[in-house]
């Protein structure tokens, strides 16, 4: 079958390769292809951002190969459970072998119905954290916690939503950044997942930014750092919005949210079988909450419950260092910066990183008492806010045209950047959800 040329079908092979330049980029591909034997295409198109990727890889290694409560096929088949809820079959291609290699039973890849009970019985807390976290109670943990000799203790728990979590936002990734599949070496296992639909619904036209398009992708920016500075003037003189009002702001972006989507015309495609074997419920999406007449979801309230003070702790305790690699890995994404924008240089970015994680968080229903989400429509611009809801709620109808019309005039690695952002966003608002309903539980 054809593929894409290179790692991603967004981003041109040259962009991932800057051999001369960046010395650690280089050195930790060289460590993937010693450590596996190869470098798969996530690895090339994260490896824009090395300092990331370090951190990225301590968290996989952690996930996949040390001690553990779950026992190895496990984790790899949680793996495939979680990216089948988004038809991820990059990755539930890649799972599969992994499965196989550490001697899963080949039983089991016929689908989920060939799988023990006790894996089957996530089914129902994978499928509401892959499109509804709001929906995740406390009965949810205890059927799983309390279901005779198929239950789970709260060490495999904790492991097996750290791994849900993982893949939801990794197939974000693979979709919001057009990876194609490898070409399989030769005596692999033979699963041949499809390229990416954003390869087939992209014409070359939308490459370049040119002509008269190409000076309003120049403007946009400007009108970008323009915002930025007045904000930051704002937020020295403003004495403060009232709580009152800053809940309005967040209201009104929420229920504003609902309406910003992908167009009606992005053809919903077939899931393969062997992507479909995985699915229950393949009907239930991110997407049905919005129907006419229907509630956005209820508002979490950041400080009632938040990473840094209860998240963290919960899993530190139940699942040592699983904590301490997931915090240091939404910590380097949120402040990983290189103060640029486009073509400036020297500009202080913080700003904008915190309105597109804030903003993901948002489209999830959690609220940031101290934030002002007046500030997310000042800085992104609707192309934008239909990126990443799509990329994070929904990944598997990303586009390649949705790629190119945001940001039109910033370089690949910005955007892979919103996509790390997205990613991990994405991962700490499910994971809080899910970590919450422990806690109710425990109490």
């Not at 036209?205 to 309003?216: A, I, N, R, T, Y």
């Not at 400036?344 to 609220?367: K, P, Q």
Request: with cysteine; charged share 20%.
């Amino acid at each position: 079958r054809q593929l894409g040329r290179g790692p991603s079908s967004f981003i041109p092979v040259e962009e991932l390769l800057p051999w001369g330049t960046e010395r650690a980029q280089r050195q930790l591909l060289i460590e993937a292809f010693v450590s596996m034997g190869r470098v798969d295409n996530i690895t090339m198109v994260m490896g824009l951002h090395p300092e990331y990727l370090a951190s990225f890889w301590k968290r996989l290694y952690l996930l996949l190969h040390m001690d553990g409560p779950l026992p190895y096929h496990k984790r790899h088949y949680i793996a495939i459970m979680a990216a089948a809820r988004h038809q991820c079959s990059y990755l539930v291609g890649f799972h599969v072998a992994e499965f196989l290699k550490v001697g899963g039973n080949p039983a089991w890849l016929q689908g989920l119905h060939c799988a023990p009970q006790k894996l089957r019985n996530l089914s129902e807390i994978n499928k509401i954290l892959a499109h509804r976290p709001w929906l995740v109670t406390k009965e949810h943990i205890e059927a799983l916690l309390k279901t005779g000799e198929n239950s789970w203790s709260l060490a495999e728990l904790i492991q097996g939503l750290v791994l849900l979590t993982h893949y939801h936002s990794l197939a974000s990734f693979v979709f919001g950044c057009g990876i194609n599949p490898e070409a399989e070496p030769e005596g692999s296992h033979p699963f041949q997942p499809p390229s990416p639909r954003s390869c087939q619904s992209s014409p070359a036209s939308e490459d370049g930014v040119s002509g008269s398009s190409g000076k309003d992708a120049m403007q946009e920016v400007e009108v970008l750092m323009a915002r930025m500075k007045l904000l930051q003037e704002c937020q020295l003189e403003e004495e403060g919005v009232t709580q009152e009002e800053m809940e309005t702001r967040f209201e009104l972006e929420k229920t504003e949210s609902l309406l910003v989507a992908p167009s009606v015309d992005i053809a919903e495609h077939v899931l393969p079988p062997d992507v479909l074997c995985f699915v229950e419920d393949p009907e239930f999406g991110y997407k049905d909450f919005t129907r006419k007449g229907e509630q956005a979801p209820p508002t979490f309230r950041a400080q009632d419950y938040t990473w840094e003070d209860h998240g963290y702790s919960l899993i530190n305790r139940l699942y040592p260092d699983a904590g301490q690699l997931l915090d240091e890995k939404f910590q380097v994404v949120y402040n990983l910066t290189y103060n640029t924008i486009a073509m400036h240089s020297g500009v202080d970015t913080t700003m904008l990183r915190r309105a597109i994680w804030n903003y993901v968080h948002c489209v999830f229903g959690i609220r940031y008492d101290d934030y002002d989400y007046g500030e997310v429509n000042q800085l992104l611009e609707r192309s934008l806010k239909v990126y990443i809801k799509t990329v994070a709620c929904y990944p598997e109808k990303a586009t390649r045209r949705m790629y190119t019309h945001f940001w039109r005039h910033f370089k690949h690695s910005e955007k892979v950047h919103v996509n790390l952002l997205l990613l991990e966003a994405r991962m700490q608002a499910a994971l809080l959800y899910a970590l919450r309903a422990i806690t109710r539980y425990m109490t």
